[in-house]
């Protein structure tokens, strides 16, 4: 199993950006999905979770009504769309398919004036 995020960046505070997650090496459509983020000095924290058909989605109750996590099962693809990103949205962030412990290498996202 593989996962590889991709999408993240430098924006300015306000600003938006999508993070991609490419699944491979397992029936993506039959699992749930989560996205994580981890800031320097910081434990890992939870940011949303998605089921595996898209039907019901959770978020962390600091991004909740910006952020909204989504996937595509024909392309094998999570996403996690942020809006009205802070500075403390600035995280390593990971996607993770919590039913058979599969962790991307996280991609950076930096928010800063």
């Known amino acids: 199993a593989q996962l590889v995020e991709s999408g993240g960046g430098l924006v300015q505070p306000g600003g938006s950006l999508r993070l991609s997650c490419a699944a491979s090496?397992?029936?993506?459509?039959?699992?749930?999905m989560r996205w994580y983020r981890q800031a320097p000095g910081k434990e890992r924290e939870l940011v949303a979770h998605?089921?595996?058909?898209?039907?019901?989605?959770n978020y962390a109750n600091s991004v909740k009504g910006r952020f909204t996590v989504s996937r595509d099962n024909a392309k094998n693809t999570a996403y996690l769309q942020m809006n009205s990103l802070k500075p403390e949205d600035t995280a390593v962030y990971y996607c993770?398919?919590?039913?058979?412990?599969?962790w991307g290498q996280g991609t950076q996202v930096t928010v800063s004036s």
């Open positions: 993770n398919c919590p039913t058979i412990s599969a």
């Open positions: 998605i089921y595996s058909n898209g039907g019901e989605t």
């Open positions: 090496g397992f029936t993506f459509r039959s699992f749930a």
